[in-house]
């Protein structure tokens, strides 16, 4: 009976110190950084919005959020004189381990709206496809991703994030080839200027993808 007893003392003791499922807290970590120069931005603010999670980027531009209970998260970087960013959809926790978050801030003094724009950028071919995820292919999953890009003076995309999405797995492939694309550069008073723009994605499956295999 003392032995019963102590085996089941010994399992209750076990089971306490085991963390509860979907109770598992994790940490996000990551660089802050300018777009352009490239260089770390110091005392940018990391949050993870509609929650109390914070904080600040130190000298080298990283940060460390600890203590996060498992879920999916916005999280936000900001900094005085810049554009802030926003990774949407990051899941933290459950034994995911840490998770690194990039961010590249771009200049608010540098960056312009396109309607703010004497002339528009302007996309140069070969046109990049982003590349269909299986998972959606599976699942006979179609939409379109609209992507705001911010494309520099030299044309490059430097930044791209999702503002509007039909389905959150076609997410990643569309910042992908977003990445990927060339523009001639907007213009403001005859000088080449830095613009945002907004672009569709569209995904739509072959017939012979949806079609049931035998």
Known sequence: MKRTASIFTALLLLFTLLPAAGDSP????GTVID?????????ATVSLMGTGFTAKSGR???????????????????AASYE??????????????????????ASAERTKEAGEVDVQPSPIQPFIAP??????????????????????????????QVIQTDAEVLNQASIEA??????TPGGKNGKPVSTWIVLPFKFKLNPDDVKPKN
Do not use: C
């Open 84 to 105: 802030p960013h926003v990774m949407n959809n990051l899941y933290i926790g459950g034994g995911s381990g840490k998770v690194t978050a990039f961010f590249t801030l």
């Open 35 to 43: 777009v352009e120069t490239r260089a770390p931005i110091a005392s």
């Open 131 to 160: 590349k269909y995820p299986e998972e959606a292919r599976k699942k006979g999953i179609e939409g379109t991703v609209f992507v705001k890009m911010l494309v520099s003076e030299k044309g490059e995309v430097k930044n791209a």
């Open 26 to 29: 994790g940490t996000v970590i």
């Open 178 to 183: 977003a990445m990927k694309w060339r523009f």
């Open 60 to 78: 080298d531009g990283q940060f460390r959020i600890d203590g996060i209970p498992e879920g999916f998260y916005q999280v936000k970087a900001e």
